[in-house]
């Protein structure tokens, strides 16, 4: 017996009622990129290596699938490093590109390479699957689409204003309110980083504390000390474990702790506009919240880093997060040119908005009805009718085959289809067509015009 076919771990196949669900969120989440003057772009599923290791830090670079080079991959690998396995300084020379690991390194090279034909600020989006090698868990996959909107070509601090106004726009309008929009500032940790005498562990200290609603308090710590972050360094965080209070007081401990760092206070200010003019302006149902351990362990983040946490009660990690990166295109060779960013994680929204009962039943419409087949002749009769239907946009459909017309109902059944159309000798002599509500069991016959109403 043939070995039933499988998918590898952390990816999925989806159903038509989950697509319908998706597609539904990616409407939603398309049509408020647009509303807020963003532009669709398209890269590729893989690029070139060298455009994306160094780019996420130590981590991110071990997340990245590689791709090996087509045909012999082995014959022009350095003999020493394969009799060494040495994996690591051998993956150059049999792999020269890779999956993107998302899309705004992609969006980097995309600016750069075509920085003559575009019109600064550039304000783009991107709904395209993104690869990561990470170990598979409930709400995180290895095959997965992001949602991106960024804004390159603008220092200003209107910008991020936006921007959390857009998580809100589109939170609201699926329905899943009460997410709450944290935000932080590179700067406020770096200044940080400088008070406690720990500048030169800036990264170590950022991906530590970044997991603290992960592995607590005490796992930080340990992470902090096996970094080489010392004990005193470490003790003089320890408020920011417990960080509390208002927007306004928050902002007013961490000035008092940044006091002497020029960089801190940078940050400090920098939150002091976006969190003000935020809540002067109003959400319409989203909460902003300033969270002073809030790191994301990306490399290129700057300013400011916002993420999105599910609604109280709901179990699963950020559903949206981005930041502000002042110098991405910088490593590509285009100095100077500032961008800020937001991304929606669409598997975990759906997941969300699964478990608490979001999706509108109209976003599972199937066709509206089903013909059912007598045989040719009646299918005939039955197809001119479906054509005019479907100009009109009324999604009908014929059963293929002349088969017990208990199977065809059965058939409709199964696949939620809330009528019937029945066309039989009787039918096409009158040119009538036996209408059934397969919900109430009510038949009546019914003229074409009556059909498209009663169906429409």
């Known amino acids: 017996m043939a070995q039933k076919p499988s998918i590898p771990k952390g990816t999925r196949d989806f159903s038509p009622a989950e697509v319908a669900k998706r597609n539904y969120i ?22 070139n290596s060298e455009t994306l290791m160094g780019k996420y830090g130590e981590e991110g670079d071990r997340l990245i699938f590689k791709i090996l080079n087509s045909g012999d991959y082995l014959a022009k690998a350095d003999a020493t490093l394969l009799e060494n396995r040495d994996s690591l300084k051998l993956t150059s020379h049999i792999s020269e590109k890779a999956l993107r690991y998302d899309l705004t390194v992609p969006f980097a090279r995309y600016v750069v390479q075509h920085q003559n034909e575009i019109e ?3 304000k783009r989006y991107q709904i395209q699957p993104v690869w990561r090698a990470d170990r598979p868990q409930k709400g995180r996959f290895r095959e997965f689409y992001q949602c991106d909107a960024d804004v390159v070509g603008s220092n200003s601090l209107w910008q991020e204003v936006e921007l959390v106004q ?17 935000i932080n500032n590179r700067k406020i940790l770096s200044g940080i980083a400088e008070v406690i005498g720990a500048s030169d562990k800036l990264i170590d200290f950022t991906v530590a504390l970044d997991k603290l609603d992960k592995i607590g308090e005490d796992g930080v710590k340990k992470e902090m000390l096996e970094k080489g972050i010392s004990e005193t360094a470490i003790e003089k965080v320890q408020p920011l474990f417990n960080f509390t209070g208002t927007i306004n007081e928050k902002i007013e401990k961490l000035a008092q702790l940044l006091a002497n760092s020029e960089e801190g206070m940078k940050g400090v200010n920098e939150l002091q506009f976006i969190c003000d003019n935020v809540m002067t302006l109003g959400l319409q149902t989203a909460f902003l919240d300033l969270d002073v351990t809030l790191a994301r362990g990306l490399n290129y ?10 609604p109280k009660g709901v179990a699963m990690g950020s559903i949206g997060g981005g930041g502000r990166y002042d110098d991405l295109t910088g490593i590509f060779g285009l100095k ?12 975990r929204i759906a997941l969300v ?31 001119k009718a479906i054509g005019k239907l479907r100009q009109k946009g009324i999604k ?9 017309i208990d199977k065809q109902f059965k058939h409709a059944d199964r696949r939620g289809i809330p009528f019937a159309v029945i066309v039989g000798e009787s039918e096409i002599e009158r040119e009538e067509f036996g209408l059934k509500n397969l919900a109430t069991g009510e038949q009546q016959k019914v003229d074409f015009a009556t059909l498209v109403t009663l169906l429409q």
């Not at 772009?41 to 893989?46: A, D, H, L, M, R």
């Not at 589109?170 to 899943?176: A, H």
């Open 26 to 47: 990616f409407s939603t989440i398309k049509t408020n990129f647009e509303k807020f003057g963003f532009q669709p772009i398209e890269t590729p599923s893989f690029e």
């Open 120 to 122: 600064f600020p550039f």
């Open 166 to 182: 857009l998580y809100d726009s589109v939170f609201s309008q699926l329905g899943l309110g009460g997410v709450t929009i944290k």
């Open 301 to 310: 983040y700057t300013g400011a880093i916002f993420e999105v946490a599910a």
């Open 336 to 347: 100077n040119m500032s961008g800020v960013g937001i991304s929606f994680g669409l598997d």
């Open 353 to 383: 908005m699964e478990e608490v009962g979001l999706f509108p039943e109209a976003v599972l419409a199937t066709s509206k009805a089903l013909f059912l087949n007598f045989g040719d002749k009646e299918a005939l009769y039955a197809m």
């Open 396 to 404: 009908v459909e014929l059963y293929p085959d002349k088969s017990k």
